[in-house]
């Protein structure tokens, strides 16, 4: 195995377990190293720290696996992570209930530029870096062996593959093509998935306790859903009796998948309506309507890719949840979401009081949300924790 030694003084994180050595560390090689080879990394005075990916042009140029000297990392390594990351979420999959979860996250299960969803009988994964395209019909064949699904669907269009040299690849890996819907179930609700064309691998099931969490407080209430995508808000609003929901996103796909749920779970339609629009328009166009809602959820997309975006980004959400925190009655309630790992808590928290500041609202954080224990955050790797969210009452 070819060796990478780390400048002196640059050896800390990766010995505290954080799973990224960034290239600027990187003092020498022992030898010419192929993108997505396994090596060993020692510090400076060579000393064993880990072993891990290698990539030649990465910021990250390497992605650590394993801190034991004496592991092999071979077929049945790859095997073994597999099925320790599958065996940790068993118990959220119940028979009529729940069939939808994430499988693999990535450097949280020690699998870096991995992601595995299973929706139903199916299975979708996306695939980040060269490592792990390297051993990917090795991953393939046990999560066939673990679930035995009807296919295995990929869906690696991202744009970190970019930075990996790597193409978009969308196509299936295994068993029968996902038809045009999949039927999942969460929560007890039935949704329609696209998994071959819907956004990231399908559905987002990282909002599963939030969107539960928010309906507790929808009774008898006008809802108004913003980035509703298949309407994972909206129906678990439905379900819990709200007296009226209205949905916006800006995808027709979306629209119409959230429509089929309506249908598909016997929701009255007279108690929903939804709007195919920009939000932000949407929001100024309900504002000069002089609209006004019970409860408003706000779960945009990842507006800070990076922490040199957050300064921009900060202002997107500030902007966004000014219009929302506009829009509700006295003692309305503003379930605010943000999926930007650069962001976290205490600023998101600031954010929003500038916005009430800016919307001449006071405002209550009475709830904070976060994603689910399928998608668990490392102690050593707290950049896992990328969603975040505040429930807001307007006093």
């Not at 290698?54 to 077929?75: C, G």
């Not at 929808?218 to 509703?228: I, Q």
């Not at 309900?286 to 900060?314: H, M, N, T």
């Amino acid at each position: 195995m070819k060796s990478v030694y780390l400048n002196k003084g640059k050896d800390k994180a990766a010995w505290q377990l954080h799973p990224w050595v960034f290239s600027g560390a990187i003092k020498s090689l022992s030898d010419k190293i192929e993108d997505g080879e396994v090596v060993g990394v020692y510090n400076a005075e060579r000393e064993f720290i880990a072993y891990g990916l290698f990539h030649n042009s990465s910021r990250v140029a390497i992605r650590l696996l394993e801190w034991n000297p004496q592991a092999q990392i071979d077929a049945d390594w790859w095997r073994a992570r597999v099925q320790k990351a599958v065996a940790a979420r068993q118990h959220l999959l119940q028979e009529g209930v729940t069939n939808t979860v994430r499988l693999i996250f990535a450097e949280a299960d020690f699998l870096p530029g991995l992601i595995a969803d299973k929706y139903a009988d199916f299975i979708s994964i996306q695939v980040h870096s060269v490592g792990v395209e390297k051993v990917k019909s090795v991953i393939i064949d046990e999560l066939n062996a673990l679930l035995q699904p009807k296919g295995i669907y990929e869906r690696s269009d991202l744009k970190s593959r970019e930075h990996e040299g790597l193409p978009d690849i969308n196509g299936l890996l295994f068993g029968e093509l996902p038809s045009e819907f999949v039927d999942v179930i969460e929560n007890g609700i039935h949704y329609k998935v696209n998994i071959i064309d819907g956004q990231k691998s399908g559905f987002y099931c990282d909002q599963r306790e939030n969107r539960q969490l928010t309906a507790n407080y929808v009774s008898n209430k006008r809802v108004l859903d913003c980035f509703c995508y298949s309407g994972g808000f909206t129906l678990n609003s439905l379900k819990s009796g709200a007296a009226e929901v209205i949905s916006v996103d800006s995808s027709a796909l979306a629209i119409e998948t959230l429509e089929k749920n309506i249908i598909e779970n016997g929701f009255e339609p007279s108690r929903h309506s939804a709007i195919l629009s920009d939000v932000n328009k949407q929001l100024r166009k309900f504002i000069d309507e002089g609209e006004k809602f019970d409860l408003i959820v706000l779960d945009p997309p990842k507006y800070a890719p990076s922490r040199s975006a957050l300064e921009r980004a900060s202002r997107a959400y500030k902007d966004l949840n000014r219009r929302g925190l506009m829009l509700l009655n006295s003692g309305g309630l503003l379930a605010t979401f943000s999926c930007s790992g650069a962001m976290d808590m205490d600023t998101f928290k600031q954010v929003l009081a500038w916005a009430a500041l800016d919307a001449g609202k006071e405002i209550q954080f009475i709830r904070q949300f976060h994603q689910p224990e399928d998608h668990p955050v490392r102690a050593s790797f707290p950049e896992g924790e990328y969603l975040k969210g505040l429930l807001v009452r307007v006093l």
